[in-house]
């Protein structure tokens, strides 16, 4: 089982900043990935930002410039600094893990959702 805690969500206005966290626990051997989604009402679920565990990033074509994906591996945790936010940035975001199970096998997790809103 892997579980997800995610943290950091909340209001701000146009241009302001927000840092969201994501920690993974459980029984797994390591993380191989982890990332955030986006749900605004009405629309579907869309990428964010990933990172792997050698640190290679990638982020939907919105966020970059804007938003930061880091990792701390011996914590299993993922940060998502997110600057310059827009009223389009509001959404419920989602954290996902994959992770390698001490069978050798691939296991995937999402997290509960943290809003994030931005209005004046």
């Known amino acids: 089982q892997v579980q997800l805690v995610e943290s950091g969500g909340g209001q701000v206005q146009p241009g302001g900043s927000l840092r969201l966290s994501c920690a993974a626990s459980?029984?797994?051997?390591?993380?191989?990935?982890m990332g955030w989604y986006r749900q605004a009402p009405g629309k579907q679920r869309e990428l964010v930002a990933t990172?792997?565990?050698?640190?290679?990033?990638n982020y939907v074509d919105s966020a970059k410039g804007r938003f930061t994906i880091s990792s701390d591996n011996a914590e299993n945790t993922i940060y998502l600094q997110m600057n310059s936010l827009k009223p389009e940035d509001t959404a419920v975001y989602y954290c996902?893990?994959?992770?390698?199970?001490?069978?050798?096998?691939?296991?995937?997790?999402w997290g509960q959702g943290t809003q994030v809103s931005v209005f004046s």
């Open positions: 996902f893990a994959q992770a390698i199970t001490f069978l050798g096998g691939s296991r995937d997790a």
């Open positions: 459980g029984k797994f051997m390591r993380v191989s990935s």
């Open positions: 990172i792997a565990r050698d640190g290679t990033t």
